[in-house]
């Protein structure tokens, strides 16, 4: 068995110079002096060698390959005069075309090594005679591999002597860490990235707001925002959507959990189904714990509401309590948000007790009459903010018939600042439904109810358990639509009143009113455009309802959205009697993705760059796609956490096997799940560092499907793209259509030409990396070429958009000369 510590190996090198004799035949140099430097002085094993592997013209000596993956070849020559190094040679590295090779029999073997690695793919080659070593790059990138530089051992005493140096090029640990990069290809400088959109001025400036901004952002804030205001209890009743995102199982994979986790299978979770005022199991299951309050001995009951972040659980109480309970008249509920409390667990009671005092001054002074008399009679004339004032409150509106409920919404506000905090909220809940004898609902993200069952603290609890999802965004923002043109059509005072506005529309209203019916007619999945554009909105958001209508309301006051155009052309299709102006998808993608900025930059904008980089770890643009595609691989896979997920350290090993730097991929990891691509099993965007697996969300599929190819995000995306070559910037930037005073239709050509230069830098930069690191093809991980499909579908794009711009030409000159 072969050693592979340095100071045993070492022990070993020394044996094998001891009975080294002066001259070997090749095989002889093979086998007495080669093969025990590399297995039992450098740690090689003997499954990691191929000997006599066939090429086009002979047969090489040795591959070495860990793992599957190709690290060097090695080619043997018998000593004597057929390879010698000049002794006049004493320093360490040279330059293959300089001195080492003026001698000719070290030339022809050096030039046979390389043939030979490109044959077989291989970027490393050894020639050795057994004592000698010499260590090259048989390709190189951009250049002429006879003008890198060779490492040079002289002589087994030379090894011995430097043994450290040898060993951390050679060894095979050192190796698959990626020494020979590091060693042999050192003296290539590396790669230095320019971001175009840090060489410009005044980037960060917002652009300003389209010129019906002011007038829409009331119906922003009032309608295509949360409603869970008590001033918007009309609009709650108005938009709420009951139809969820059901998906079947066996489908692709279900959008962050729209149907109940499978680690929640044991907690016993029933999915929420809704049609008109019905909650399906949620409701029964209320109306039966309000009958335990009701029975002799009251029994408190605990109830929780889990589901993905933006899946509407806030609206979905609100809309319970409002709307759906049978007796509302006979319904008091206290509403607790955490996401307003600090973020102490040891102040979750005392913060918990004065909301509940604050809710019922607030909202329940009727109902304070109803049992004065009572709490006069024990001497209670305040309720103060503690457990045995809430408990005497609590009881007096039982005994006056009433039910009494506790909502504790977004108990996992704080987890991520304490802990224990979610916790400590936990047993806080349990506790108020147990002593006050409530029905207690609470609501959790599905990542924080997964690291409750894996922390214990839901196993001691008996509670319903429920899971939400979100609603067609479709049926959501149709609604909204709907009843923002409901409310247009009213008296310019009652639209100030509904829309808590000082702002008069006058003569805008019916601007307003054909914005709304522009976007409403648009946003339709029986239409191509449409059903693209709410494509686009749903996978961008993750299922996230909030950040839909986030998308939703930059869009609509966007500079980026030319509001002008839009009524210009459905002015002139009313005139003309053709059907309704379609906002185009690019349109829309592009106010979406740039929001408020004149330029696209990741750190402002919602959507990832997937051809960002951290050049501290890589320079591969491809690393994001790759492990994009790599997941989507494995969907079919069924795990214990579900369908589609791989393990991390699958994703990890895979890549140390072929060199690409643990850092890179780690940051990737990071970076695509904070943007929704991907998620961990834990269901925590920041939960790297305790996941164990991980799997491509449909956002991150969407991505790597679809959006990495479209024309307009190609064409937004390579602002904020580092670029390592200076010229390819500099032409990047004399395009920049967006800082002209007014726009041309001819800006379009423009757009083309720097999205062209773009792809010709990444195709570049892709060759660039498969011809360095050839050991990248034979991995799953990173053998994808991207950019040959993203070149066709921009070339097919277009080809499309630049007809449809000369039919539309042809017809303004047509009009113009009729």
Avoid at 46 to 52: A, L, P, V
Avoid at 452 to 462: C, E, F, I, K
Avoid at 590 to 607: A, D
Wanted: with cysteine.
């Amino acid at each position: 068995m072969s050693e592979s510590k340095p100071d045993a190996c070492l022990r070993k090198l020394d044996e094998l110079i001891h009975f080294a004799t002066n001259v070997y035949s090749e095989s002889d140099t093979r086998a007495k002096l080669i093969d025990p430097m590399f297995k039992n002085c450098l740690g090689w094993k003997e499954d990691d060698i191929t000997r006599e592997t066939h090429v086009y013209k002979g047969f090489l000596d040795y591959l070495f390959s860990t793992d599957g993956a190709r690290r060097f070849v090695l080619e043997a020559k018998e000593i004597g005069e057929s390879f010698k190094i000049p002794k006049s040679l004493s320093e360490r590295r040279y330059k293959i075309a300089g001195t080492i090779s003026t001698d000719g029999r070290i030339r022809d073997a050096i030039e046979q090594a390389q043939r030979y690695c490109i044959e077989v793919g291989v970027k490393y080659a050894i020639v050795s005679n057994g004592y000698q070593y010499i260590i090259f790059e048989a390709f190189r990138h951009g250049s002429n591999w006879r003008e890198g530089r060779c490492i040079v051992f002289n002589s087994l005493e030379d090894v011995k002597q430097h043994f450290v140096d040898f060993w951390n090029a050679l060894s095979r640990d050192s190796v698959v860490s990626g020494s020979l990069h590091k060693y042999v290809s050192k003296e290539e400088a590396l790669l230095e990235f320019q971001v175009p959109i840090a060489k410009l001025h005044a980037t960060d400036v917002p652009l300003p707001r389209n010129d019906l901004s002011i007038l829409l952002e009331p119906f922003n804030s009032q309608i295509f925002g949360d409603l869970t205001d008590e001033s918007q209890l009309e609009a709650l009743g108005r938009c709420y959507v009951t139809e969820r995102q059901y998906q079947d199982a066996d489908r692709f994979i279900g959008r962050q959990f729209d149907i109940p986790p499978l680690f929640a299978q044991k907690y016993h979770v029933d999915a929420i189904t809704e049609s008109g005022a019905d909650t399906g199991t949620f409701q029964r299951n209320y109306e039966r714990f309000e009958s335990f309050l009701r029975a002799a001995v009251p029994r408190g009951q605990l109830v929780l509401l889990m589901g993905g972040v933006g899946c509407g659980k806030t609206t979905f109480v609100h809309h319970f309590f409002n709307f759906v309970i049978r007796n509302p008249e006979r319904t008091v509920w206290f509403y607790v948000d955490f996401s307003k409390s600090p973020p102490d667990p040891d102040g979750i009671e005392n913060y918990v007790y004065t909301s509940i005092v604050n809710d019922f001054q607030r909202r329940y002074a009727h109902r304070l009459r109803e049992i004065s008399d009572q709490l006069s009679k024990i001497g209670l004339h305040f309720v103060n903010p503690d457990i045995r004032d809430l408990i005497v409150l609590v009881s007096s509106l039982a005994n006056a018939g009433l039910t009494v409920s506790i909502v504790l919404d977004n108990v996992d506000q704080h987890s991520h600042v304490s802990p224990k905090f979610q916790e400590r909220a936990l047993l806080v809940a349990r506790s108020l439904a147990e002593s006050l004898r409530t029905i207690t609902i609470l609501t959790l993200r599905e990542e924080s109810f997964f690291r409750s069952t894996r922390s214990g603290v839901l196993d001691a609890m008996v509670l319903a358990t429920f899971h939400l999802s979100s609603p067609p965004f479709q049926d959501l923002v149709r609604q909204r639509i709907n009843y923002a043109l409901e409310i247009l059509a009213l008296s310019d005072e009652n639209i100030r009143t509904k829309m808590r506005t000082t702002v008069d529309l006058g003569p805008e209203k019916a601007r307003m009113e054909m914005v709304f019916g522009i976007v409403r007619n648009s946003l339709r999945h029986s239409r191509w455009m449409g059903r693209e554009i709410l494509r686009f909105i749903e996978e961008m958001s993750g299922g996230d309802m909030r950040t839909a209508l986030r998308f939703f309301r930059t869009f609509l006051v966007s500079g980026n959205t030319n509001v002008r155009e839009m009524l210009e052309k459905e002015s002139k299709d009313r005139e003309q009697g053709t059907p309704g102006y379609v906002i185009p998808f690019h349109h829309v993608m592009k106010s979406m993705i740039l929001g408020e900025s004149r330029l696209y930059s990741q750190i402002h904008s919602g959507v990832m760059n997937l051809f960002d980089l951290n050049s501290k770890y890589t320079d591969n643009h491809f690393l994001h796609p790759n492990i994009l595609r790599y997941l989507h691989s494995k969907l079919s896979y069924q795990t214990r956490y579900g369908r589609g997920y791989v393990e991390v350290n699958s994703i990890r090993l895979e890549a140390d096997r072929i060199g690409l730097p643990l850092e890179a991929v780690e940051d990737s990891l990071k970076r695509m799940a904070y943007f929704g691509l991907v998620e961990f099993e834990n269901q925590s965007k920041e939960g790297y560092d305790s996941a164990q697996s991980v799997r491509i969300t449909n956002m991150g599929a969407y991505y790597l499907n679809e959006l990495v190819s479209k024309f307009v995000y190609l064409d937004l995306v390579w602002m904020d793209t580092p670029i390592a070559d200076p010229a390819v910037v500099n032409e990047l930037l004399k395009r920049v259509v967006e800082s002209q005073p007014y726009k041309s239709i001819w800006d379009l050509d423009q757009r083309f030409a720097r999205t062209r230069l773009f792809l010709d830098y990444l195709l570049e930069m892709e060759k660039r990396v498969f011809q360095e690191n050839p050991e990248l093809r034979d991995s799953p991980l990173t053998r994808t070429e991207f950019m040959p499909k993203i070149f066709a579908a921009f070339e097919k794009e277009r080809k499309y958009i630049v007809a449809r711009r000369e039919q539309a030409l042809r017809v303004r000159r047509l009009g113009s000369a009729a």
